[in-house]
């Protein structure tokens, strides 16, 4: 099993749904989660984070943690075609090293 | 702007080469994070280093080496180039608390 899974996709919405994309995992000891945005080419840029459960907001992004189940999801509302890109899940499982798993992305494909 | 400069941007080398990889952080940024991304991959752990000790690493051979320094700066060593080498190095610097981690914007590195 994975240390982090995501589903590849692609995950095509239309202009103006909400697109959700989810991620697992697998160590009940890991204690931060983050979601990085990845435009093709491009370096990973942070968009989110959350490590208590429940719901955290920021603007059309909505990051969801529920820890029993070992699942973080992130919600974004009223999708734009510059949302298109690939997004990486990541899990911090705490220690010295403050590492961070990544999942392999999913590809979202906001249809204008 | 994430603070975090890479070079260089692109490199290519030939199998059995050696290769340097350079990062510079903001000032306070005393914990970096090196990381490859395979193509179609996330982004895996090589290692971190804090306050230039080496404290850290993934599953990564001893040919992938690094230094950091006192001004913030750090480099990444790859001896005996191979070819699944080929990827997209990032630095990532860790900011307060919550171990946010920025990357910079990457070396793509192409072995031939």
């Known amino acids: 099993q994975k240390e982090v899974e995501q589903n590849s996709g692609p995950l095509s919405v239309p202009e103006g749904a909400i697109a959700s994309l989810n991620c697992t995992y697998s160590?009940?000891?890991?204690?931060?989660f983050f979601w990085y945005r990845q435009y093709s080419g491009k370096s990973p840029e942070l968009i989110m984070f959350?490590?208590?459960?429940g719901d955290k907001e920021d603007g059309r992004f909505t990051a969801q943690l529920n820890k029993a189940s070992q699942y973080v999801s992130l919600l974004i509302r009223d999708s734009q075609p510059s949302d298109s890109a690939t997004y990486l899940c990541?899990?911090?499982?705490?220690?010295?090293?403050?590492?961070?798993?990544f999942g392999t992305g999913t590809l979202l494909a906001v249809q204008p | 702007e994430t603070g975090v400069t890479q070079s260089p941007t692109h490199l290519i080398k030939t199998r059995g080469q050696q290769v340097t990889l350079r990062c510079s952080s903001q000032?306070?940024?005393?914990?970096v994070s090196w990381y490859q991304q395979a193509l179609g991959q996330g982004p895996q752990f090589i290692f971190q280093?804090?306050?230039?000790?080496?404290?850290g690493r993934g599953n990564f051979p001893p040919r992938f080496s690094g230094l950091q320094f006192p001004n913030y700066s750090s480099e990444l060593n790859v001896n005996a180039l191979e070819l699944d080498d080929s990827a997209l190095y990032l630095c990532?610097?860790?900011?307060?608390?919550?171990?946010?981690?920025?990357f910079g914007p990457g070396t793509r590195l192409t072995v031939l």
């Open positions: 990541a899990v911090n499982i705490g220690g010295a090293t403050n590492k961070l798993i």
């Open positions: 280093y804090y306050r230039e000790e080496e404290n």
């Open positions: 959350i490590y208590s459960n």
């Open positions: 160590d009940r000891g890991s204690q931060s």
């Open positions: 000032s306070g940024h005393n914990t």
């Open positions: 990532a610097s860790r900011v307060g608390l919550n171990n946010e981690q920025f």
